[in-house]
């Protein structure tokens, strides 16, 4: 079974600030994807990032980029230039492509304070 | 584009009352999720449909949980008889195809609270 773990509960960060969350996943498919997932207080989820686990290059979205290493099965995402908005909660999720059965952690509280 | 909606978004009941969740998916979606999000967890799966088919409901407890997408459109959850440790926020997902590579777009979820 796919389990995916989140070492870090909460985190807090200074607004302009990089800060990084962890990820790490176990499975024995060669095939899969990874998402990175925001969920901000009282508000839904929306995603942040995915990344297809053939693909060697780290996925990039405006401020958030990820650090894919396969071998580690490691997942991170990296903040650059923190906002006040971006405090939230933040999950990481494993997908097999035939399956859709999305794994989440348990999540990463991120706090930016001014 | 209108996003997925849901409704009520809050509930609160006693153990073994009866209560339905319904979710609109985004229009033309063909998939639609059911996750569980105890306080404190990341979601977990339910049950997901492929218009009107159920594609998978392993992870349903079916002795009190049931679902169902009538004309492979909107959805309804419900649950009977509830127990406590079913107090959660359920979410309703949808996404354009089955596959990968389409985002699932979440709604607000509905917070359910039995006491």
């Known amino acids: ?114 | 584009e209108a996003g997925v909606a849901q409704s009520p978004r809050y509930k609160i009941i006693e153990k073994r009352q009866s209560v339905a969740f319904w979710c609109n998916p985004i229009s033309g979606h063909a998939t639609l999720y059911w996750y569980q999000q105890i306080l404190g967890q990341g979601p977990k799966l339910l049950i997901q449909f492929q218009n009107n088919g159920v594609v998978d409901d392993s992870q349903l407890p079916k002795d009190r949980f049931s679902a169902e997408r009538l004309k492979g459109v909107d959805s309804t959850l419900k649950i009977q008889p509830a127990k406590l440790e079913d107090s959660a926020v359920y979410l309703c997902a949808s996404s354009l195809d089955f596959s990968g590579t389409d985002t699932q777009y979440f709604g607000p979820g509905t917070r359910l609270t039995v006491l």
Not at chain 1, 54 to 82: H, M
Not at chain 1, 96 to 109: E, I, N
Request: glycine share 2%.
């Open chain 1, 1 to 114: 079974a796919q389990t995916v773990t989140q070492s870090q509960p909460e985190m807090s960060v200074q607004e302009a600030e990089t800060v990084t969350l962890s990820c790490t996943y176990d499975t024995s498919e060669n095939n899969y994807y990874l998402f990175w997932y925001k969920q901000p207080p009282s508000r839904q989820m929306i995603l942040v990032i995915r990344q297809e686990a053939y693909k060697q290059q780290n996925a990039t979205e405006n401020r958030f980029s990820v650090n894919f290493q396969k071998a580690a099965k490691s997942f991170s995402l990296k903040i650059s230039d923190s906002q006040l908005g971006d405090t939230a909660m933040y999950f990481c999720a494993f997908m097999k492509p035939s399956h859709l059965d999305m794994r989440f952690g348990a999540g990463t509280r991120l706090t930016v304070k001014p």
